[in-house]
């Protein structure tokens, strides 16, 4: 299965994901694919609207201590709900969809959540640290939000110029 990234501003990443009601091979193979493109564009996270298919599912793979990621560590997320949100932190986040931008996001410090796995099975997780960022990150995908539209006003102005700037930079390379 050939995935492509959406990158802002497509307006495709703002729709509200769907259900997903059939846990089928159709489902397992896009997970599969998911996972390649993420691997291969050195991502840690991504959600399925960010490969064109609007549905609530997500994927996180964080590294370990030395810094490498492992299939062990792979979680995959299916229609998550958030049950509690505590506190609060900031962490410099990035995005598959907005390549080469990192900007510092206030979230939740921890969530608890109940999900899904790809057979359809129940878990609640409780997350802290990057993972509870990352969760929260990949769940707003589903909201069709962007960690840029987080950003204080200013921040987000300065956002905007620079990227325009690069993307017609990009243009005019090609
Ligand atoms: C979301 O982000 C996230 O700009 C996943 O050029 C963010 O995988 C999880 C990436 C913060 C936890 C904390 C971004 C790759 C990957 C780029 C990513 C880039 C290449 C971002
Ligand atoms: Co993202």
Redesign the pocket.
């Known amino acids: 299965m050939q995935l492509n990234i959406l990158t802002y501003p497509d307006p495709r990443l703002k729709k509200v994901s769907k259900k997903i009601e059939v846990f089928d091979e159709h489902l397992h193979k896009l997970l599969d694919s998911m996972n390649e493109v ?1 691997f291969s ?6 959600a399925a609207i960010q490969v064109n298919y609007p549905l609530n599912a997500l994927i ?1 793979n ?1 590294p370990d201590e030395n810094g490498e990621q492992s299939p062990d560590n792979l979680i995959e997320i299916i229609n998550p709900i958030f049950i509690e949100q505590n506190g609060e932190t900031t ?6 969809s ?5 900007e510092d996001v206030q979230r939740y410090d921890t969530v608890t959540l109940k999900y899904q796995d790809r057979y359809s099975n129940e878990h609640t997780l409780e997350a802290d640290g ?1 993972l509870s ?2 969760i929260q ?2 769940i707003d995908h589903l909201l069709g939000k962007l ?1 840029i539209e987080k950003l204080p006003y200013m921040k987000r102005k300065k956002f905007e110029k620079e990227y325009k700037r690069r993307l017609k930079e990009k243009k005019h390379n090609l």
């Open positions: 993420m564009n050195n991502g840690i996270g991504l996180i964080l962490y410099q986040e990035g995005c598959l907005v390549p080469g931008f990192y990057l960022i990352a990150h990949e960690f």
